[in-house]
Nanobody
Framework: EVQLVESGGGSVQAGGSLRLSCAASKLPINNYCMGWFRQAPGKEREGVAIISRIAGIRYAASVKGRFSISKDNAEDTLYLEMDSLKPDDTGMYYC??????????????????WGQGTQVTVSS
């Protein structure tokens, strides 16, 4: 079975940094659109960043310049480097995958596989 497992979340003060990892099992990530999504209590799940051979790399406007998505295809691992964190970045962060194509941050429903999430808390 396909499995995505996130790690690296935690609690930091505003201005701090975290590096999230997503280890994929039985899924060759180079053949998929991979993405990071997040959700705060009472809010809709929102796209943070995606990386795809077809769609390239895209970021939500709110994180552009602060976050960086990358991957290691040989290890089937996805990363999200988060710098200059703000309290508004607080939420559950999820790794997700879907068949490659012109994938979008705005269409989380198109992503077939999801991890369990890792909590990120940023205090002021």
């Amino acid at each position: 079975e396909v499995q995505l497992v996130e790690s690296g979340g935690g609690s930091v003060q505003a201005g701090g940094s975290l590096r999230l990892s997503c280890a994929a099992s039985k899924l060759p990530i180079n053949n998929y659109c991979m993405g990071w999504f997040r959700q705060a209590p009472g809010k809709e799940r929102e796209g943070v960043a995606i990386i795809s051979r077809i769609a390239g790399i895209r970021y939500a406007a709110s994180v552009k310049g602060r976050f960086s998505i990358s991957k290691d295809n040989a290890e089937d691992t996805l990363y999200l480097e988060m710098d200059s964190l703000k309290p508004d970045d607080t939420g559950m962060y999820y790794c997700a995958a879907r068949s490659d194509g012109w994938c979008s941050l705005l269409s989380p429903a198109d992503f077939r596989y999801w991890g369990q999430g890792t909590q990120v808390t940023v205090s002021s």
